[in-house]
């Protein structure tokens, strides 16, 4: 647990929708995570070997505990083809309390 956190939001962006499909249906599977949103057509912009770029990707936005944090984020990392991919995960400190058992009921590991 994270100071008290039990939930988070993982946000990942991939290349393209294979990759963030893959990866959203495998953490679910696995009950790494209980859903997993894409959302197409993000624009990104950074930094990159002291170059500005910038390409158009997919985000994906996971809902996960802190539990399965660590086995997620492998997950996403043995799976990703960037070198250095994306995976900040945010603190849920509140949300519907129901909805965060079904977060947590269906991330259990048996």
Same mark, same amino acid.
């Given at each position: 647990?994270i100071n008290d956190v039990t939930h988070l939001l993982v946000?990942? #962006?991939?290349?393209?929708?294979? #990759? ?42 996971i809902k996960t505990t802190t539990e399965a944090y660590a086995a997620l ?20 400190? #509140? ?8 977060? #947590? ?6």
């Open positions: 647990m946000l990942s #962006t991939c290349p393209g929708s294979i #990759t963030a499909k893959n990866i959203a249906q495998r953490v679910v599977e696995e009950k790494l995570a209980a859903c997993c949103n894409i959302i197409a057509d993000v624009q990104s912009h950074f930094r990159w070997v002291n170059k500005v770029d910038n390409a158009n990707e997919y985000l994906l936005i984020e492998e997950r996403i990392k043995a799976m990703h083809p960037y070198e250095l991919p994306e995976i900040i995960a945010v603190p849920i400190h #509140t949300g519907l309390h129901g909805y965060l058992d079904w977060v #947590t009921n269906n991330t259990k590991q048996q």
